[in-house]
């Protein structure tokens, strides 16, 4: 009976408890309980940045930063909150669901229930990775690659993390499923890549906020900015003297150790708006400011980054918080006037050649017609480094049905064309020319330029996007592609258009990726046109491949 009494009373002054915290960050500090690398219950003396963003109502919240700051745990505050004190659900969102949602529910929801004695009593089924239940409330996590899924749930708080890896077209799905709550959030966060894609997107349409704090030296507002306010000693990634660099004021050069940093954040870091007419509240800070990361560290990367694109990218995206164009990752002007030849477009084929043609499928079909001739001078047994292309055409056409002339007229060999969105009107023209057309997914697990043909799929086929569009994209900068000089400027632009982003995975390697901003369709009808040549060339017997233009 006396621990029934307990028990009860105990309930009772949690219950009000509860009651009385009326902010986000009250909550945190009540009932969060962190691990290493500062354990024990919550304090916003590690991240004093980090209240503000708690707090924080605006409908949507943007979140541009440096990797490891807080940003992903005041998303856990938010949904932990909400959940507790408003009944309100949440569905948090990654790039994909496997393995980023499993990851999510081990390394992040798991670990927070089991320091927090509160949470674990809040939640009373926690056995599904994709959906969490407290009471009457739930927390959803989902992928971003499936509409799906994320059409299906009705909530009042969205989470979206590392947006710039998600599948950008389903984005403002997540916004929908708050469409029937009176009070909602959308909290966008993430690492940055390039310009005006992603995160960056967000956050140049929001408040742009950045973390200041009165230099202990000239008491003035500054902010944290490289390389400016940064001192850098040493000469290579190996130098011991690396271990000397150090964090200083941009503008009296005020040695700023971590113990000296960390006292002038906590009693005057604020966030400063550039930006105050604006709905969107965003906030971006950069890994100077961070306790837990030292010059050195800093300092190591950036000489690193001199000569590897890969940490050239990491530094600025996962140190500093800034988007990054490495150079070298796109297609310039420069590459394309290089590559005009003194010919113009084509109705028809020359005789005697080896045709193949790539169609990228969206509002309207963007084609690609080229002919293909070998080079002798070079020797590999890949037909694609062998082979150099004449760009016959560049064509957009809104009817599948008008690409059986393009098939005829240009005497194409082999055609490749986009699987998705119209599979079924892709399968249809694949079916009238039998055996010359391949329809194409761009998927995971195939390596290098591998062409996988589904067995059961009868005219399907399966390829890695990214070494594709390395092979049809490096023709520019290697010259082994020939461009009529009346080609559009429309089909430039495209060709412009796709970004490699450089990163890192799970075990250090570098990685890359292709991400746009605007239109590429030329972009990957030109890749279809680049993947169509083995399997013309595998049909030919490689006997109209021969000699130069």
Request: glycine share 6%.
């Amino acid at each position: 009976m006396h621990e029934l009494m307990a028990t009860l009373k105990e309930r009772v002054a949690s219950g009000l408890k509860r009651r009385a915290i009326k902010t986000c960050s009250e909550w945190t500090k009540a009932y969060r309980v962190m691990g290493q690398p500062f354990p024990g219950r919550w304090t916003f003396d590690h991240h004093p940045w980090a209240k503000d963003m708690c707090d924080c109502t605006a409908e949507r919240m943007v979140g541009q930063k440096a990797a490891q700051m807080a940003f992903t745990e005041v998303a856990l505050n938010k949904v932990f909150y909400g959940i507790d004190v408003k009944g309100s659900s949440a569905i948090y969102i990654l790039p994909a669901s496997t393995p980023d949602a499993s990851d999510f529910s081990t390394s992040r929801f798991d670990p927070a229930l089991d320091l927090s004695d509160h949470l674990r009593n809040l939640f009373s089924d926690v056995k599904n990775i994709g959906h969490k239940r407290a009471g009457s409330a739930n927390l959803f996590i989902r992928g971003s690659r499936s509409r799906s899924q994320l059409k299906s749930v009705p909530v009042g708080l969205a989470i979206l993390d590392e947006v710039d890896e998600m599948k950008q077209e389903n984005v403002p799905l997540a916004f929908e499923r708050m469409s029937g709550q009176l009070e909602k959030q959308a909290y966008l966060l993430s690492t940055p890549t390039i310009p005006k894609f992603g995160i960056n997107e967000f956050f140049l349409n929001s408040t742009q906020d950045h973390y200041f704090f009165r230099c202990p030296g000239c008491k003035r507002l500054v902010e944290l900015t490289w390389p400016d306010c940064f001192e850098l000693i040493g000469d290579s990634a190996h130098d011991p003297r690396l271990a000397e660099s150090f964090v200083k004021c941009g503008k009296c050069s005020k040695k700023l150790d971590r113990d000296i940093k960390a006292a002038a954040l906590l009693e005057t870091g604020q966030w400063v708006s550039g930006y105050t007419d604006r709905l969107d509240r965003g906030f971006f800070i950069n890994q100077m400011y961070s306790k837990t990361v030292s010059p050195r560290n800093f300092a190591e990367l950036f000489l690193k980054a001199q000569t590897n694109p890969a940490d050239e990218q990491e530094f600025y995206n996962s140190k500093l918080g800034e988007t990054r164009i490495v150079e070298g990752a796109k297609i310039t002007d420069k590459h394309l006037d290089e590559c005009l030849g003194n010919f113009k477009k084509q109705d028809i084929s020359p005789a005697h050649s080896l045709i193949t043609m790539g169609i990228d499928v969206g509002k309207w079909l963007h084609v690609e017609i080229d002919r293909w001739t070998i080079d002798n001078a070079v020797s590999s047994a890949d037909i694609t480094v062998l082979a150099k292309c004449q760009v016959l055409a560049d064509l957009k056409v809104q009817h599948f049905e008008e690409l059986d002339r393009f098939m005829q007229e240009f005497r194409v060999a082999f055609a490749v064309i986009d699987a998705n969105p119209e599979r079924r009107k892709a399968l249809e023209f694949a079916e009238r020319f039998y055996g010359r057309v391949r329809m194409c997914f761009y998927g995971r697990g195939i390596s290098t330029k591998q062409i996988h043909l589904k067995e059961e799929e009868e005219h399907s086929m399966t390829v890695d996007r990214t070494s594709w569009l390395d092979a049809s994209l490096g023709r520019f900068r290697t010259r082994r592609i020939s461009l009529p000089v009346d080609i559009s400027t429309e089909y430039k632009n495209h060709i412009k258009e796709p970004i490699r982003v450089y990163e890192k995975d799970s075990d250090g390697n570098p990685v890359s990726r292709y991400v746009s901003v605007g239109d590429d369709h030329y972009a990957h009808a030109r890749t279809y046109a680049e993947i169509a040549l083995p399997l013309a060339a595998n049909l030919s017997g490689h006997q109209n491949i021969s000699g130069v233009y």
